[in-house]
């Protein structure tokens, strides 16, 4: 590869590590879910590893097809720009409903009963990853495309690297923030929790809009 496809790399590492860090939807959903309902650390590895993979995957496959198909790079990054109003008020919905559940979930009389059971775990990931599938990874359609003079293996290599950076990032943003989200769960009333995670998952969304 040439001098121009390596500093294309070195562009989508740093690229990929700064969209994830400056995208609180990126980890703080998985902290506030993490610590709410008692995920263990390597449960919380596997969670964020498919978030991330199901995010960065979704825009490669568009990607890749717009490529093959000789789609304008403009026409994708409108629907890319429409995936991200989508996946943003799906968050804020998702955010919402988990805050109504924890209002209701004061009220019940088996507070001893474990947040898994009043609340199937399925149903936690599929919202989630509703978000992430939907939400895109903005950058990253662009720089396939710019990889493409370098024939599928540039395009290959930037999809990749895009990919396991961001991973990455998020794992290790995730758990830094899960540590400091353990420590105040203790000064936290159980109850209240729930409540609090969901408006934090929330106004991360709402945040995102201006972002």
């Not at 978030?51 to 990607?63: E, I, K, P, Q, R």
């Not at 995730?174 to 929790?193: K, T």
């Given at each position: 590869?040439?001098?121009?496809?390596?500093?294309?790399?070195?562009?989508?590492?740093?690229?990929?590590?700064?969209?994830?860090?400056?995208?609180?939807?990126?980890?703080?959903?998985?902290?506030?879910?993490?610590?709410?309902?008692?995920?263990?650390?390597?449960?919380?590895?596997?969670?964020?590893?498919?978030?991330?993979?199901?995010?960065?995957?979704?825009?490669?496959?568009?990607?890749?097809?717009?490529?093959?198909?000789?789609?304008?790079?403009?026409?994708?990054?409108?629907?890319?720009?429409?995936?991200?109003?989508?996946?943003?008020?799906?968050?804020?919905?998702?955010?919402?409903?988990?805050?109504?559940?924890?209002?209701?979930?004061?009220?019940?009389?088996?507070?001893?009963?474990?947040?898994?059971t009043?609340?199937?775990?399925?149903?936690?990931?599929?919202?989630?990853?509703?978000?992430?599938?939907?939400?895109?990874?903005?950058?990253?359609?662009?720089?396939?495309?710019?990889?493409?003079?370098?024939?599928?293996?540039?395009?290959?290599?930037?999809?990749?690297?895009f990919?396991a950076?961001?991973?990455?990032?998020?794992?290790?943003?995730?758990?830094?923030?899960?540590?400091?989200?353990?420590?105040?769960?203790?000064?936290?009333?159980?109850?209240?929790?729930?409540?609090?995670?969901?408006?934090i998952?929330?106004?991360?969304?709402?945040?995102?809009?201006?972002?």
């Amino acid at each position: 590869m040439s001098h121009g496809y390596n500093a294309l790399l070195l562009s989508t590492a740093a690229i990929a590590f700064l969209h994830a860090v400056m995208g609180p939807d990126h980890y703080v959903p998985f902290i506030a879910l993490a610590s709410t309902r008692r995920w263990s650390r390597k449960f919380l590895s596997f969670v964020t590893v498919v978030g991330a993979l199901l995010h960065a995957g979704s825009s490669v496959v568009l990607g890749a097809l717009g490529i093959l198909g000789g789609i304008a790079l403009t026409r994708l990054e409108v629907f890319e720009a429409l995936r991200g109003d989508a996946g943003r008020i799906l968050l804020v919905a998702f955010g919402l409903a988990y805050m109504a559940w924890g209002l209701m979930r004061r009220r019940h009389r088996h507070a001893h009963v474990k947040p898994e059971t009043l609340v199937r775990r399925t149903t936690v990931f599929w919202s989630l990853y509703a978000v992430f599938v939907l939400g895109p990874c903005e950058p990253l359609v662009p720089l396939m495309f710019a990889a493409s003079s370098w024939q599928w293996q540039g395009v290959a290599g930037v999809a990749l690297l895009f990919t396991a950076v961001t991973l990455a990032t998020m794992l290790v943003m995730v758990h830094a923030g899960d540590s400091v989200a353990r420590r105040w769960s203790f000064m936290m009333s159980e109850r209240l929790a729930h409540v609090m995670a969901g408006g934090i998952i929330a106004a991360t969304g709402v945040a995102l809009w201006w972002i």
